[in-house]
Antibody, heavy 116, light 109 residues
Framework: EVQLVQSGGGLVQPGGSMRLSCAASGFTFPTYWMSWVRQAPGKGLEWVANIKEDGSQKYYVDSVKGRFTVSRDNAKNSLFLQMNYLRGEDTGLYYC?????????WGQGILVIVSS | QSALTQPASVSGSPGQSITMSCTGASSDVDYYNYVSWYQQHPGKAPKLLIHEVSNRPPGVSSRFSGSKSGSTASLTISGLQAEDEADYYCTSYTDSATVFGGGTHLTVL
């Protein structure tokens, strides 16, 4: 069974940092693009970042460029999102998802709250 | 990276068909055949319904279909069922990025 299990998240002060993790199982992780998508409370979905199968290409939404870094460890079937200089508008539920043009499997979501 | 435009809400009665739209631009929906649609029930993760404009993943009901004309993509749900009541999001690939629509809430009357 394909599973994406997320960890990390919680409460962080504005300007702080947080690292999200996504552990993949049930599929050949190194052969898939992976994505991060977030959802602010009561709002719609927003794409955050993509990373190519081998990690050689990474893309970000403009609002997080220079602050967030997506990475992966194919040996450990894991995806990460390092978030620095966090702002209130970064608050939301963060999902990891498998795929690039069609994200067919999603993690359970992890809540990030940026507040003092 | 401008968001795609979706109607805030649509509604239909059980058994009916509804179509919801997703309007983009020449740089995304019109240019690429990489439009996807997702269904999200409250408190749940999104579920992929359609990818690459009109392709259904395994296990997705044939009641869901997608199409595109120019810069507007559409999702049609036939034979509406109560469990179809949810939020629906379109996305498109554009110049190394992904843009989402604001979402459409479907009410089954």
């Amino acid at each position: 069974e394909v599973q994406l299990v997320q960890s990390g998240g919680g409460l962080v002060q504005p300007g702080g940092s947080m690292r999200l993790s996504c552990a993949a199982s049930g599929f050949t992780f190194p052969t898939y693009w992976m994505s991060w998508v977030r959802q602010a409370p009561g709002k719609g979905l927003e794409w955050v970042a993509n990373i190519k199968e081998d990690g050689s290409q990474k893309y970000y939404v403009d609002s997080v460029k220079g602050r967030f870094t997506v990475s992966r460890d194919n040996a450990k079937n894991s995806l990460f999102l390092q978030m620095n200089y966090l702002r209130g508008e970064d608050t939301g539920l963060y999902y990891c998802a498998r795929g690039h043009f069609g994200r067919d499997k999603w993690g359970q979501g992890i809540l990030v709250i940026v507040s003092s | 990276q401008s968001a795609l435009t979706q109607p805030a809400s649509v509604s239909g009665s059980p058994g009916q068909s509804i179509t919801m739209s997703c309007t983009g631009a020449s740089s995304d929906v019109d240019y690429y055949n990489y439009v996807s649609w997702y269904q999200q029930h409250p408190g749940k993760a999104p579920k992929l319904l359609i990818h690459e404009v009109s392709n259904r993943p395994p296990g997705v009901s044939s009641r869901f279909s997608g199409s595109k004309s120019g810069s507007t993509a559409s999702l049609t749900i036939s034979g509406l069922q109560a469990e179809d009541e949810a939020d629906y999001y379109c996305t498109s690939y554009t110049d190394s990025a992904t843009v989402f629509g604001g979402g459409t809430h479907l009410t089954v009357l």
